[in-house]
């Protein structure tokens, strides 16, 4: 069964930076394309960061220069790294493989 784990979601003021973080288990996580992804109160998930599995990435124009997304296989773990955080970027932010969602972080960035 596949689990992903989201942490590093908390407040921050604005133009600070956090970092997400994903663990995922029970998936040969190497093989597989992952996408960070925020919802907000009424709205759909909409995706942020992508990263396939060998790397490629893309990002939403919202987040493009503030935003990294990255993974390393070794530990099962797809990153997001957000810098320059406004109060837009308030929302739960989730992690998802090709057929499975974590359970989301929020993230709260406080003017």
């Known amino acids: 069964q596949v689990r992903l784990v989201e942490s590093g979601g908390g407040f921050v003021q604005v133009g600070g930076s956090l970092r997400l973080s994903c663990a995922a288990s029970?998936?040969?996580?190497?093989?597989?394309?992952m996408g960070w992804y925020r919802q907000t109160p009424g709205k759909q998930r909409e995706l942020d960061a992508g990263?396939?599995?060998?790397?490629?990435?893309n990002y939403a124009d919202a987040v493009k220069g503030r935003f990294t997304i990255s993974r390393d296989n070794a530990k099962n773990t797809v990153y997001l790294q957000m810098n320059s955080l406004k109060p837009e970027d308030t929302a739960v932010y989730y992690c998802?493989?090709?057929?499975?969602w974590g359970q989301g972080t929020q993230v709260t960035v406080s003017s």
């Open positions: 998802k493989d090709p057929s499975t």
């Open positions: 990263i396939s599995s060998g790397g490629r990435t």
């Open positions: 029970g998936c040969l996580f190497r093989f597989n394309a």
